[in-house]
């Protein structure tokens, strides 16, 4: 079966702490199937600009993080290095962000 419509969503987390607190709403999303989430990673700058990124089938560094690699529905690794070198480029210092790759399963039946 097609995909529905993709869109990708940049969240930034202040402090470089990810706290789950995105996690019950992309849950509620995701179980209404209105969206399936296909792709991610989460992105780390530390204070001197040094980036680190991990995958989400990569995750296990607390019990946040590992419920959000249970929210991913498949892996397409629609996610380029240039991706995270451009979205990492604007994330300021000593803060994180994750990066969504989403179908809008929604809209599937048109």
Do not use: C
Request: charged share 30%; glycine share 8%.
């Amino acid at each position: 079966m097609a995909l529905g419509p993709i869109e990708i969503l940049v969240i930034e987390f202040p402090g470089n702490r990810f706290t789950g607190e995105i996690i019950p709403e992309l849950e509620r999303l995701i179980d209404n199937d209105t969206i399936s989430i296909i792709d991610g990673l989460l992105v780390k700058k530390d204070d001197d600009g040094e980036v680190t990124f991990v995958e989400f089938d990569e995750l296990g560094i607390n019990d946040d993080a590992a419920r959000l690699a249970g929210v991913v529905d498949q892996l397409d690794a629609l996610i380029s290095d240039e991706d995270v070198a451009e979205w990492a480029a604007a994330l300021a210092p000593g803060n994180s962000e994750a990066i969504l790759v989403f179908e809008h399963t929604w809209a599937k039946g048109f």
